[in-house]
């Protein structure tokens, strides 16, 4: 999905200009805007107003019926909806985990090595998967599930260990840990460039304070590395939260919320009413409460890790 | 980089450190090596071994997939050229005003624009189906071209701002007295002193357009229209046991972007390492 929401602090986005810089405005910069606020309007506002409102529909793409909160009101009788909420929670609890171990520990050993053409090279090594496009890295991991043909299975079979072998994504026991495991080792990525341009912004004078002090790798770690990104660790938390209770195309491309419900997230669900039982009003209500509980966790997040600097995440 | 680092010690080889992230890169690989090795595998070498690549190579499997997935790549090429290329005009352009000149909205409308960074995409996924719809572009590339500018400039103007409002008064204030107005001090101060920054803005534009695999799938159904994720997919439903034809396809579908990745390396990995996410 192109677009994730990013929380803000609105008064730090913005300053005053001081007085003295202030210009006369010529009628040109309207003429500057007029295209982004356009394009927004149509393409951005617009659909968001229709999800709302139509939140409230049946509706079919087509024809629309006035029905009040019957849209939510069905979301509390909506049986696979339910089983979809621990799923989620589940994948978005593994990718916090996994986004704030592993490539952590990498960035910091990796900002720790002395030589500096080896620090270039491991961020060139992790950063190059970034740009094999996404839908790749999902089709092999695919075929690393294969029930046949799978390498997994296939290393299972050569060890002699034929009950370990399965097919991962099609057994209800499986199927959900298969997807939460996809991209092992996590290093690679985002998240370790995003935790390495936290490290080098701390101070050299902190860096050698500690050294002075005797700390080792693992007190300067915990006590003066972790404390001094908390905003790229708070920064991290909340993209991953956001991107996986919205991230659905995983499960559409792998299981399609199966077998039977045990893959089901509430994107996915979101999608096959929309798009296969053309219930669009149902859908568009299901997007809202998605909002709303990106919202909620934003603002949750963003009150539980405080960062002690005014500047909040920019993505 | 970083040459302010002060070592006590004359060399340390970290030898332990090399090690865990020597495993990380291996694992990290490993799905990628496979990927290479079965791309030049016909069925029966397949079977034969998984992870040593078998004598003689099949090159065919590359040609059996490019023709299939070239059309993919060109779509893809198109779609996201015309997007970044838009979002760097629509973005810069608002970003250089909301920077260096207050006029009255400016405020409404510039909260307006960043607040949609709070607006996740699911929630308009389904009425901007209908609205692409109704406004008679399905299946058309501008479905995906202009709500692809207009969701991606929001990003880019977040960064661009404030960097532009970063730059100095003088160089502006020096121009105008030389004569310049609004459009010069855009395009001969503003724009090429944003350079890094518009860097950032080509690479993010670029890899969140060329990767989006919902909005796509749901807009376009013409498969001579398909994108290289949507592309890929399908070309898999149809490959379903010849891995090898079907990995050639996942490897030539990758190579653009590692091409670009190349070229900007540099650029890539500093700027995503440095200004964008120092806070």
């Given at each position: 999905?192109?677009?994730?929401a990013?929380p ?40 968001i107003?229709?999800a709302f409102?139509?939140s409230l ?12 909160f019957?849209n939510f009101?069905?979301m ?5 909806l339910?089983?979809?909420v621990?799923?989620v ?152 939260t956001i991107?996986?209770i919205q ?19 509430p994107g996915?669900?979101m ?13 568009s209500a299901i997007g809202v409460v998605l909002f709303a509980v990106m919202l909620a966790l934003t603002a949750v997040n ?14 | ?117 709070m607006v996740p995409?699911i929630l308009t ?155």
């Amino acid at each position: 999905m192109a677009r994730v929401a990013v929380p803000l602090r609105f008064g730090a986005t913005l300053r005053r200009r001081p007085r003295e810089r202030r210009l006369r405005a010529p009628l040109g910069v309207y003429l500057f805007i007029a295209p982004s606020i356009l394009l927004l309007l149509v393409f951005s506002y617009y659909p968001i107003f229709s999800a709302f409102y139509h939140s409230l529909y049946a509706w079919d793409g087509v024809n629309s019926r006035f029905v009040g909160f019957a849209n939510f009101a069905a979301m509390l009788a909506d049986d696979p909806l339910h089983q979809s909420v621990p799923h989620v929670l589940l994948l978005a609890a593994a990718a916090v985990t996994f986004a704030l171990t592993l490539p952590l520990l990498a960035a910091e050993l990796i900002f720790n090595l002395h030589s500096e053409r080896w620090r270039f090279l491991y961020r060139v090594l992790f950063t190059i998967p970034m740009v094999v496009p996404w839908i790749v890295t999902v089709l092999v991991w695919q075929f690393f599930y294969d029930p046949i043909d799978g390498p997994i299975n296939r290393v299972f079979l050569a060890l002699g260990m034929e009950n370990f072998a399965r097919g991962w994504l099609g057994e209800p026991r499986t199927a959900l840990g298969a997807i939460a495991l996809m991209g092992f080792p996590f290093v690679a990525g985002l998240n370790l460039l995003i935790y390495l341009a936290g490290l080098n912004s701390i101070s050299t004078e902190v860096l050698d304070a500690t050294k002075l002090d005797g700390a080792t790798f693992w007190q300067r770690f915990l006590h003066v590395d972790i404390p001094l990104i908390r905003g790229q660790i708070r920064l991290i938390v909340i993209l991953t939260t956001i991107t996986q209770i919205q991230n659905f195309a995983p499960v559409l491309i792998l299981t399609k919320g199966g077998p039977g419900y045990s893959t089901m997230v509430p994107g996915m669900w979101m999608y096959q009413n929309a798009f296969v039982f053309g219930k669009m009003g149902y859908a568009s209500a299901i997007g809202v409460v998605l909002f709303a509980v990106m919202l909620a966790l934003t603002a949750v997040n963003t009150r539980l890790i405080r960062s002690g600097e005014e500047y909040e995440p920019r993505r | 980089m970083k040459s302010q680092r002060i070592s006590s010690r004359p060399r340390r080889l970290d030898l332990g450190k090399h090690a865990i992230l020597f495993v990380a890169v291996l694992l990290t690989y490993i799905p990628f090596w496979i990927l290479l090795v079965t791309s030049l595998k016909s069925v029966e070498q397949f079977y034969h071994s998984l992870v040593l690549p078998e004598l003689p190579l099949q090159w065919g499997n590359y040609i059996t997939a490019w023709g299939v997935v070239s059309r993919y790549i060109l779509n893809s090429t198109i779609v996201t050229l015309t997007v970044v290329i838009g979002v760097l005009v629509v973005s810069s352009m608002s970003s250089f005003v909301f920077a260096r000149y207050s006029f009255p909205g400016r405020t409404v409308l510039f909260y307006l624009i960043i607040g949609l960074l709070m607006v996740p995409g699911i929630l308009t996924l389904v009425p901007a189906f209908v609205w692409i719809r109704d406004l008679g572009l399905l299946n058309t590339r501008w479905a995906l071209i202009l709500p692809g500018i207009a969701g991606e400039q929001v990003f880019a103007i977040f960064v661009l701002r404030a960097f532009m409002a970063g730059l100095p008064e003088e160089i502006f204030e020096a121009a105008r007295v030389d004569g310049a107005r609004m459009l010069r001090s855009y395009w001969n101060i503003a724009l090429p002193l944003s350079k890094p920054i518009l860097s950032v803005v080509v690479i993010t534009a670029t890899l969140a357009t060329w990767n989006d695999y919902i909005w796509p799938l749901i807009v376009i159904s013409d498969t001579t229209l398909l994108t290289i994720p949507i592309g890929l997919a399908y070309f898999q439903g149809q490959y379903q046991t010849e891995f090898g034809p079907m990995m050639a396809g996942y490897v030539i579908g990758s190579i653009p972007l590692l091409v670009l990745f190349f070229f900007t390396m540099r650029q890539f990995v500093q700027g995503l390492t440095g200004g964008a996410f120092k806070m």
